[in-house]
């Protein structure tokens, strides 16, 4: 069992720059990979970035690519994601996931947080 909360959302303006923060709790925080979703009001959520649970791999969506990074720290069971250049249309709930396979899809996950809202202002 992992529980995970988010935390670091809020209101930016574009071009700025956001870190959000994923801890989880739970022995076995070490054999899941961690991914970060984002839903946006009337849209499904969608994949931003994921690692897998060794810490070897990461991968990003191609609408965050070179702009958003993910880190993990397995000594501190956390899960980070720096998104710099936010553009309005980064503007959603972020959520943290873990799950047994590496992957985009967000049914490969099992454990999810609450969410974070953030927004991106033009």
């Known amino acids: 069992q992992v529980q995970l909360l988010e935390s670091g959302g809020g209101l930016v303006q574009a071009g700025g720059s956001l870190r959000l923060s994923c801890a989880a709790s739970?022995?076995?925080?070490?054999?899941?990979?961690m991914g970060w979703f984002r839903q946006a009001p009337g849209k499904e959520r969608e994949f931003v970035s994921a690692?897998?649970?060794?810490?070897?791999?990461?991968s990003y969506a191609k609408a965050v690519k070179g702009r958003f990074t993910i880190t993990r720290d397995n000594a501190k069971t956390t899960v980070d994601l720096q998104m710099n250049s936010l553009k309005p249309e980064d503007t959603a709930v972020y959520y943290c996931?873990?799950?047994?396979?590496?992957?985009?899809?967000?049914?490969?996950?099992?454990?999810w947080g609450q969410g974070t809202q953030v927004t991106v202002s033009s």
């Open positions: 996931a873990a799950g047994e396979r590496f992957t985009t899809y967000a049914s490969g996950y099992n454990y």
């Open positions: 739970g022995r076995t925080f070490r054999s899941y990979a």
């Open positions: 690692f897998n649970w060794g810490g070897s791999s990461t």
